[in-house]
T-cell receptor, first 113, second 114 residues
Framework: AQSVTQPDIHITVSEGASLELRCNYS??????LFWYVQSPGQGLQLLLK??????LVQGIKGFEAEFKRSQSSFNLRKPSVHWSDAAEYFC???????????FGDGTTLTVKP | DADVTQTPRNRITKTGKRIMLECSQT?????MYWYRQDPGLGLRLIYY???????NKGEISDGYSVSRQAQAKFSLSLESAIPNQTALYFC?????????????FGPGTRLTVL
């Protein structure tokens, strides 16, 4: 069965600092991988996704993520965090063509002024 | 207008009551999902439907039922609500085709069972 681990429950960074949120997955073949963001009181919105090809994917709001098969990881990064990035971030994995995503428990990002 | 809508947005009910949460979508997607979100537990899948005649249990379906009334509508029912069903509930849709299983979420329904 597929599973997703987000090791960091809560991360605090200063505005303007770089950010990396970790995600590890468990699945045999190459999965479909996603990062979603949930702002307070909102539903989830897709930041970026990986299916195949270039292992570094660009998303919205200046985010990027890198797929590393050898480490079973799909970490999310941003070079310079803005106060508006404060939110909860979810990594998700989808068994190819199964149409069901398994979500990690989420990482809450706090941005200090 | 939002592509995925949920009604109600907030609901307070009492133990033992039957309650229905509704989801509608204008995206034309065949696939629809119901999740619940609890603090620290991420999203857990309750039920999902790949088309009008297809209903599948997710990982936490006990105490819930669903109805897919049309391609655009997917309702979640709590037959006899209990306090540990207090949570934030999300409906989502996806399309196997171009968007490759990306899910589009509604704004959520906050349910409190007293």
């Amino acid at each position: 069965a597929q599973s997703v681990t987000q090791p960091d429950i809560h991360i605090t960074v200063s505005e303007g600092a770089s950010l990396e949120l970790r995600c590890n997955y468990s699945y045999g073949a190459t999965p479909y991988l996603f990062w979603y963001v949930q702002s307070p009181g909102q539903g989830l919105q897709l930041l970026l996704k990986y299916f195949s090809g270039d292992t570094l994917v660009q998303g919205i709001k200046g985010f990027e993520a890198e797929f590393k098969r050898s480490q079973s990881s799909f970490n999310l990064r941003k070079p310079s965090v803005h106060w508006s990035d404060a939110a909860e971030y979810f990594c998700a994995v989808d068994n190819t063509n199964a149409g069901k995503s398994t979500f990690g428990d989420g990482t809450t990002l706090t941005v200090k002024p | 207008d939002a592509d995925v809508t949920q009604t109600p947005r907030n609901r307070i009910t009492k133990t033992g009551k039957r309650i229905m949460l509704e989801c509608s979508q204008t995206k034309g997607h065949d696939r629809m999902y119901w999740y619940r979100q609890d603090p620290g537990l991420g999203l857990r899948l309750i039920y999902y439907s790949f088309d009008v005649k297809d209903i599948n249990k997710g990982e936490i379906s006990d105490g819930y039922s669903v109805s897919r009334q049309a391609q655009a509508k997917f309702s979640l029912s709590l037959e006899s609500a209990i306090p540990n069903q207090t949570a934030l509930y999300f409906c989502a849709t996806s399309d196997l085709g171009g968007s490759r299983n990306e899910q589009f979420f509604g704004p959520g329904t906050r349910l409190t069972v007293l």
